[in-house]
């Protein structure tokens, strides 16, 4: 059978908001929230309506279950002042949602008799209730003590979400698989629109949408077999243009297309797609292109 808490928490931001909205909707009682930020008292009044706003120690004293979503270098102090200020009781849950922490970052709380769980969304969020639907189906990252596992399971049920068991060591390797691919992604498109934006697109966003759309649907089917383009096919006259006229129109975005130039080009080298003799003639175009050094690749060249 499944347990009803009283939940409170602390950080009340994108994340925080959100949670708090969905445990509620699934039938828990939300009895305070901590948010000092216009912002986050705006979530609240948002999402989570009637919920009043009380200091993060009244918080912890009201809810059974304490969540945690405040960012990740200030969670062990805010534990620590909790703990320290006799806010955390015994049989208490508290749950954080850092993707990089652990249990140990939770010791404080654990060794007042606190149950004690580390449940990371992998999910972006903007903080309304567009996130709400996306909890469906979404991946959470769990480290908890096997004690506390059911307890666990049934919070991700609850979010309507899907578990993932993560060891204690590995979390921070989890969260940097997470960060690389999604919030450099975002990195990414934002400065291929910028390119995009230099070379005449009005509409930069809706020109890639399709194409990204199926990029990475056949990425994450296919991994490096999905990769097209001019470094996979060793077309060292594009490469070149590509760095002159990204040089000379959108300077911004040469240190990143560089980057992820001989990421590809040292990926397709490895598994054999391209010929040595093209790879070194591009890392050649790669490395110039850094110095400040282009210049135009005659044809007698890439042969």
């Known amino acids: ?144 003590r096997p004690t506390e596992r059911d307890l666990a399971m049934q919070l991700v049920a609850d979010l309507g979400g899907r578990l993932m068991w993560v060891d204690e060591e590995r979390r921070t390797l989890y969260h940097a698989g997470l960060a690389h691919g999604a919030n450099h992604l975002v990195t990414l498109v934002t400065e291929a629109m910028e390119i995009l934006r230099a070379a005449g697109a009005d509409d930069p966003a809706g020109t890639l949408r399709p194409l990204l759309t199926a990029a990475l649907d056949n990425a994450l089917d296919a991994g490096d077999a999905a990769l097209t383009g001019p470094i996979v096919r060793g077309d060292v006259q594009t490469v070149a243009a590509h760095l002159d006229d990204i040089s000379s129109n959108a300077p911004q975005t040469l240190t990143s297309y560089l980057a992820m130039a001989r990421a590809t080009l040292s990926r397709v080298v490895t598994d054999g797609r391209l010929l040595p003799i093209r790879a070194a003639r591009i890392s050649e175009l790669l490395d110039a292109a850094e110095r400040g050094e282009l210049r135009a690749v005659t044809p007698e060249e890439i042969r």
């Open 1 to 144: 059978m499944s347990t009803t808490f009283t939940v409170g928490v602390v950080g009340a931001g994108r994340v925080g908001a959100v949670l708090s909205a969905a445990l509620r909707a699934a039938g828990h009682d939300v009895v305070a929230a901590a948010g000092e930020s216009d912002a986050s008292r705006a979530r609240i009044d948002a999402l989570l309506p009637g919920v009043p706003t009380a200091k993060p120690s009244d918080v912890a004293r009201a809810a059974d279950l304490l969540l945690l979503t405040v960012p990740d270098d200030m969670l062990g102090n805010v534990v620590t002042v909790l703990a320290d200020s006799g806010a955390i009781r015994e049989g208490q849950v508290v749950v954080h949602t850092s993707g990089r922490h652990g249990l140990s970052v939770l010791a404080p709380a654990e060794a007042l008799g606190a149950r004690v769980v580390a449940l990371h969304p992998a999910m972006t969020f903007t903080g309304t209730d567009v996130d709400l639907p996306r909890l469906t189906g979404c991946v959470f990252g769990v480290t908890t």
